[in-house]
């Protein structure tokens, strides 16, 4: 690397790390959208009607099977202005990132919810709960710790996705380092201090994840664990 | 009406599919009676159980607890839930929580028992079946024996007017099935009203009011158990005595 290079990172250092706050930004709406949305949506899955299920089975169909940058265009230039709304691209940016990780996560959880033997339902109706009480005391409970490993997955995958909100003009990470390129024409030193800012990114997300696993761990019981 | 029963059923129907699993049972309880139910396995009487809190939704026939039926009372079942306790085989004891976890959520969650008298009601009931010292341990760390009784336990701290039993120590070897029929046994002994599911004769001699054997989804003789078991009159009842009690 030539002392151009490093005089051109210390000089827009500062600019590509303000990128991380928008790229984190992104990825904990998405995360946050696809949480509160993917849970609701696996247990429709597991509980709801027939009608319902079928629904949620063409949400979970349509968006996982078009390429983010597909749905970014489609909500960018075609759903928001539809509709007269005139959002930031960071915010169309998150609900498409959001959406489509709901219907990833949305199988995630049903999974977790699927795999809790349905003794345990039985067991608290038995008792008396209501179906909703079990629901909420029991089953996800226990549906959530089994989920955990398969849903630590979404972080790195929505982390690298975010990279395509390039495409609308949201000034992440990648945004940043190709703006900071074309006003410097210093390539790969610039590409590559963001490459590393993803992969640390990464890094300290999936050190949380871990953590988070290990705080809600119950002896016998688990992914790592065979269940009795 | 003269006498009062706790529960009483009249003429449950089952179908699984075009398999009929019960045909037309009727019988009562009396406050404090333990019922032992026998036959061989596949003749309805787990179902018969199931049916009797709606777990298993009968097809025909009704189910009264205390005079108020309880069959098609739709939403109304968790109520009569909480009076009517269940043990099962595999024990389903919540495996995300502790033992005394286990014991106090009903009584929280259902009851809305405020936490500190939940859990002084749940370690009263741990000891009472001798899980006093296993009140922090999750279900994957108890033996068969302990989770059984702690699931009695659970059961106990919502003080059912009756507890239905099926097949509550199937799971266990005698060691274990000994400890957990110790529990029975006292819970009869203190008045409880049981019903019961098992194999275990020696427990039906010794602690039943009444013995009722079933085959084939119907209920083919019963009495006390000095009658059924020892001086069967229906020929079914003798076969099946004879072959269970060799071993």
Redesign the interface.
Same mark, same amino acid.
Request: proline share 12%; charged share 5%; hydrophobic share 35%.
């Given at each position: 690397m030539t002392m151009d290079a490093v005089a051109i990172l210390i000089e827009w250092g500062p600019y590509l790390l303000g990128g991380i706050a928008l790229t984190l930004g992104l990825v904990l709406s998405a995360l946050a959208i696809g949480f509160i949305l993917g849970l609701p949506l696996a247990l429709g899955q597991v509980y709801g009607p027939p009608v319902l299920r079928s629904l949620i089975s063409v949400y979970v169909w349509f968006f996982r099977g078009l390429p983010v940058l597909v749905l970014l265009f489609l909500f960018y230039f075609g759903l928001f202005p539809a509709l007269g709304l005139d959002f930031p691209a960071f915010v169309i940016g998150a609900v498409v990132l959001g959406l489509r990780g709901a219907a990833y996560q949305s199988q995630i959880f049903r999974g977790g919810i699927q795999s809790v $033997?349905s &003794? +345990?339902m *039985?067991?608290? /109706? $038995? /008792? &008396?709960? *209501?179906p909703l =009480?079990a629901i909420q005391? =029991?089953i996800l409970? +226990?549906a959530l710790?089994i989920s955990l490993p398969g849903w630590s997955n979404e972080y790195p995958e929505i982390l690298t996705d975010s990279a395509v909100c390039y495409a609308i003009g949201v000034a992440e990470l990648l945004t940043r380092a190709s703006q900071i390129v074309s006003q410097t024409y210093v390539t790969m030193p610039v590409y590559l201090a963001c490459a590393f800012l993803f992969i640390a990114l990464n890094y300290a997300g999936m050190y949380v994840i871990r953590r988070t696993e290990e705080h809600f761990a =119950?002896? &016998?019981?688990g992914a790592n *664990?065979v +269940?009795? | 009406m003269t006498e009062k029963f706790i529960l009483r059923l009249e003429d449950i129907h089952k179908n699984f599919g075009d398999r009929e699993v019960l045909h037309g049972i009727s019988f009562t309880v009396k406050k404090g009676e333990t019922i032992v139910f026998i036959g061989p396995s596949g003749t309805g009487k787990s179902t018969l159980l199931r049916c009797i809190n709606q777990l298993t939704t009968p097809d025909r026939g009704r189910v009264f607890l205390d005079d108020e039926e309880i069959t098609g009372c739709g939403q109304r079942i968790s109520q009569y839930r909480q009076r009517i306790g269940m043990v099962f085989q595999n024990f389903n004891l919540f495996d995300h929580l502790t033992a005394i976890e286990n014991v106090e959520i009903a009584p929280i969650k259902v009851r809305g028992m405020d936490r500190k008298a939940a859990r002084a009601k749940a370690m009263e009931e741990l000891r009472r079946v001798g899980m006093a010292d296993w009140a922090d341990h999750y279900p994957a760390e108890l033996s068969g024996g302990q989770a059984q009784r702690v699931s009695i336990a659970r059961c106990l701290a919502m003080d059912p007017e009756v507890i239905l039993f099926d097949e509550p120590t199937s799971a266990l070897d005698p060691e274990l099935t000994r400890e957990v029929l110790e529990v029975m046994k006292e819970l009869a002994r203190s008045g409880m009203t049981m019903l019961v599911v098992t194999h275990e004769m020696g427990f039906a001699r010794s602690v039943a009011t009444e013995v009722i054997f079933m085959e084939g989804g119907s209920i083919i003789e019963q009495g006390p158990p000095a009658e059924v078991m020892n001086n069967p009159k229906h020929p079914r009842t003798r076969e099946f005595i004879g072959k269970i009690d060799h071993h």
């Open positions: $033997s &003794g +345990q *039985t067991a608290a /109706l $038995s /008792l &008396g709960m *209501t =009480i005391c =029991i409970p +226990q710790r =119950i002896p &016998g019981f *664990t +269940q009795p | -």
